[in-house]
Nanobody, 115 residues
Framework: QVQLVESGGGLVQPGGSLRLSCATS????????MGWYRQAPGKQRELVAR???????NYADSIKGRFTISRDNAKNTVYLQMNSLKPEDTAVYYC?????????WGQGTQVTVSS
């Protein structure tokens, strides 16, 4: 059974930082691409960052230079380091992967940026 479990969200002030984690099981983690998506109230889910199996990355323009995606194959975990957070970053953040042509999602973790 494929499982993706996000953690690390919370309430932070503008300019603050958070580190999100996504622990996976049921997949061969080292060969899959992983992505972080987010969904704000009333908006569509959007791609934030992706990391391929060999480590190359892609970022949305809105967060470029502020967020960093990384992976630890020994721990089957992908991370999203979020710095210089803005109120516009407030959303539920989801971990995603594709395994045998099926998309899998975690339950999401809430990030709220507010003073």
């Amino acid at each position: 059974q494929v499982q993706l479990v996000e953690s690390g969200g919370g309430l932070v002030q503008p300019g603050g930082s958070l580190r999100l984690s996504c622990a996976t099981s049921g997949i061969t983690f080292s060969i899959v691409a992983m992505g972080w998506y987010r969904q704000a109230p009333g908006k569509q889910r959007e791609l934030v960052a992706r990391i391929l199996s060999r480590g190359s990355t892609n970022y949305a323009d809105s967060i470029k230079g502020r967020f960093t995606i990384s992976r630890d194959n020994a721990k089957n975990t992908v991370y999203l380091q979020m710095n210089s957070l803005k109120p516009e970053d407030t959303a539920v953040y989801y971990c995603n992967t594709n395994w045998f042509s099926n998309d899998y999602w975690g339950q999401g973790t809430q990030v709220t940026v507010s003073s």
